[in-house]
């Protein structure tokens, strides 16, 4: 059984930084790719960033230049680091993973929530 497991959300000043990690537990082959969503009340979850198993990034406008996502694939773990913040990036905060074991599905973590006060 595969879980995901969050930590790192929190309040936090509007300019002020916060890291988020997630780390996979349980037994597979690979993880294909790590990434980040968020969501706020209302409205559909949104790709914040993700990376590939070869290190390939993407991210979504809103965050380029002030997020960076990273991945140890020895602790089987994925951050986000989020610098700069804004009020806007203020959400529920959800890890997803493309994880082969040896089929590919897709998990995903508890959430954690990120408040930036203005």
């Known amino acids: 059984q595969v879980q995901l497991v969050e930590s790192g959300g929190g309040l936090v000043q509007a300019g002020g930084s916060l890291r988020l990690s997630c780390a996979a537990s349980?037994?597979?082959?690979?993880?294909?790719?790590m990434g980040w969503y968020r969501q706020t009340p209302g409205k559909q979850r949104e790709l914040v960033a993700f990376?590939?198993?070869?290190?390939?990034?993407n991210y979504a406008d809103s965050v380029k230049g002030r997020f960076a996502i990273s991945r140890d694939n020895a602790k089987n773990t994925v951050y986000l680091q989020m610098n700069n913040l804004k009020s806007e990036d203020t959400a529920v905060y959800y890890c997803n993973m493309m994880i082969r074991t040896p089929d590919r599905n897709t998990y995903w973590g508890q959430g954690t929530q990120v408040t930036v006060s203005s």
């Open positions: 990376i590939t198993d070869n290190d390939i990034t």
């Open positions: 349980g037994s597979f082959f690979n993880i294909d790719v």
